[in-house]
């Protein structure tokens, strides 16, 4: 008897787990049916700034945001940002704009998973926004050093500077492709209305895919 009631409680205990896993799979599945996000980047803070040079003070006024948008598949996607705290509420409603017209985003992961290269960021066609760096070329600090700007879809939105050299490489600016600023995108609108600037708008060379709104 000893043993049966042993055999009983281990067929009962195998049933109950057996229940929990069909309940928590079920939870799993009606959640993703119901929301279906392609997550491209879901990293915690500190897992986002891991290996950045920026002194402590800089990464205390920085912050991991979660944004939505249609990227070139035509799904929903979820990716993140890291800002300054001072740019957040720009950075969401702005965001909400470019998810409720469907602007295409290809996608949005903190840089440090291109080891903090801008290039290989862009090349990816990555939209990104804080890292501690120089401006390309030169020994100054990048608005992007203190999370107040951002680049989206590099690739498509490309920099020209004056000698016609295109970064990154092998790009092309095409106004009426999908996914591209001009001058009278509403996106563009929407961050000149609240006191951003567009590379797009600078004088000495064209940096379409940048934004930035310094102190
Ligand atoms: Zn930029």
């Known amino acids: 008897m000893k043993n049966l009631s042993g055999i009983i409680l281990a067929i009962s205990l195998g049933l109950s787990c057996f229940n929990s896993v069909m309940a928590e799979n079920s939870i799993v599945e009606g959640k993703a049916a119901e929301d279906s996000v392609i997550i491209d980047s879901g990293l915690s803070f500190s897992k986002a700034m891991a290996g950045t040079k920026a002194p ?4 205390d006024s920085m912050a991991i945001v979660d944004v939505r948008y249609y990227s070139t598949d035509g799904k ?3 990716g993140q940002l890291i800002v300054n705290n001072a740019v957040i509420d720009d ?3 702005i965001f909400g704009l470019i ?3 469907k602007f295409p985003i290809y996608k949005a992961v903190p840089i440090v998973k291109y080891n903090w290269s801008d290039d290989a960021s862009m090349e990816d066609n990555n939209t990104s926004a804080f890292n501690y760096r120089f401006i390309a070329g030169t ?3 990048s608005n992007h050093s203190s999370g107040r700007a951002i680049d989206i879809n590099p690739y498509f939105n490309p920099v020209i500077y004056a000698d016609g050299r295109v970064s990154p490489r092998g790009a092309k600016y095409d106004k009426n ?3 591209v600023f001009t001058k009278d995108s509403p996106i563009v609108k929407e961050f000149i209305k609240r006191g951003w600037r567009w590379g797009g708008n600078f004088k000495s060379f064209k940096d ?3 934004f930035d709104k310094a102190k």
Request: net charge positive.
């Open 56 to 59: 402590r003070e800089i990464v």
């Open 76 to 78: 929903l996607h979820q």
């Open 91 to 93: 950075v969401r409603a």
């Open 99 to 101: 998810e409720k017209m």
């Open 139 to 141: 020994k100054r600090l």
């Open 177 to 179: 492709a999908t996914g």
């Open 208 to 210: 379409y895919h940048h």
